[in-house]
């Protein structure tokens, strides 16, 4: 199974620091947020990445290169102007082939083990999503499940984490290097019943403001 990062986005929220440096270029613990990713990635065997960029790309690939020094082969799939989850995905698919593929948030940080996401996407289901408690930025949660099926309607709603495993036809209508948002195709997808989920309680943190990057590198520095 193939994975890919995002890392088009412009990180609008943590300026000045994206103003000169892309968001998954921002360390902790002394390094960047995307290679935490990569390591993790190709420790749990994913060895074929996919990365798409847009706002100061040219950082990401002169950091990152082909992948040899984790032990992955890194492909790019660079946008002009950056094309929403869901475009930016659509704009890769000739990278990420005909199968299901992992999807993960360059902006985020988890210790996640990708491994048991492998085979979470059985036929017909279009979508498996990795849901997580409410972080206090996100009270009102995203969707709510019934059984292993996630739903847009119900009480007890869930955060999507910025996880998920997908299958290229979710994004079949979609028309390449136009912007889409992904929330739309996963809740028609979800009226079908074609949306699963799983509930992860270990660690996890989004970092979209200069706030919550500085706390969770305090959080290094003191270990």
Same mark, same amino acid.
């Given at each position: 199974?193939?994975?890919?990062?995002?890392?088009?986005?412009?990180?609008?929220?943590?300026?000045?620091?994206?103003?000169?440096?892309?968001?998954?270029?921002?360390?902790? @613990?002394?390094?960047?947020?995307?290679?935490?990713?990569?390591?993790?990635?190709?420790?749990? +065997?994913?060895?074929?990445?996919?990365?798409?960029?847009?706002?100061? @790309?040219?950082?990401?690939?002169?950091?990152?290169?082909?992948?040899?020094?984790?032990?992955?082969?890194?492909?790019?799939?660079?946008?002009?102007?950056?094309?929403?989850?869901?475009?930016?995905?659509?704009?890769?698919?000739?990278?990420? +082939?005909?199968?299901?593929?992992?999807?993960?948030? @360059? $902006?985020?940080?988890?210790?996640?083990? /990708?491994?048991?996401?492998?085979?979470?996407?059985?036929?017909?289901?279009?979508?498996?999503?990795?849901?997580? $408690?409410?972080?206090?930025?996100?009270?009102?949660?995203? /969707?709510?499940?019934?059984?292993?099926?996630?739903?847009?309607?119900?009480?007890?709603?869930?955060? /999507?984490? @910025?996880?998920?495993?997908?299958?290229?036809?979710? /994004?079949?209508?979609?028309?390449?290097?136009?912007?889409?948002?992904?929330?739309?195709?996963?809740?028609?997808?979800?009226?079908? +019943?074609?949306?699963?989920?799983?509930?992860?309680?270990?660690?996890?943190?989004?970092?979209?403001?200069?706030?919550?990057?500085?706390?969770?590198?305090?959080?290094?520095?003191?270990?």
């Amino acid at each position: 199974m193939k994975a890919m990062i995002l890392a088009a986005g412009r990180g609008e929220r943590m300026r000045p620091l994206t103003d000169h440096t892309p968001k998954p270029l921002l360390k902790i @613990g002394g390094k960047p947020l995307i290679e935490w990713h990569i390591e993790r990635l190709s420790k749990t +065997g994913f060895n074929e990445i996919v990365i798409n960029h847009a706002h100061l @790309g040219e950082q990401i690939e002169a950091y990152l290169g082909d992948g040899s020094t984790w032990n992955v082969s890194i492909q790019y799939s660079p946008e002009k102007v950056a094309l929403e989850t869901a475009g930016g995905i659509a704009n890769a698919l000739s990278l990420l +082939g005909n199968t299901p593929f992992l999807v993960v948030n @360059g $902006d985020t940080f988890t210790d996640i083990d /990708f491994s048991q996401l492998r085979e979470a996407l059985p036929p017909p289901n279009l979508a498996h999503l990795v849901m997580i $408690d409410n972080p206090p930025q996100h009270l009102n949660g995203d /969707f709510s499940s019934q059984g292993n099926k996630l739903t847009v309607d119900g009480d007890n709603k869930l955060t /999507f984490s @910025g996880i998920g495993v997908y299958h290229p036809l979710l /994004f079949k209508e979609l028309e390449l290097g136009k912007a889409a948002k992904l929330s739309p195709l996963l809740k028609a997808a979800m009226l079908n +019943g074609l949306v699963t989920g799983q509930h992860y309680r270990g660690m996890w943190h989004d970092i979209g403001t200069p706030e919550r990057l500085n706390s969770l590198c305090e959080t290094f520095s003191s270990r």
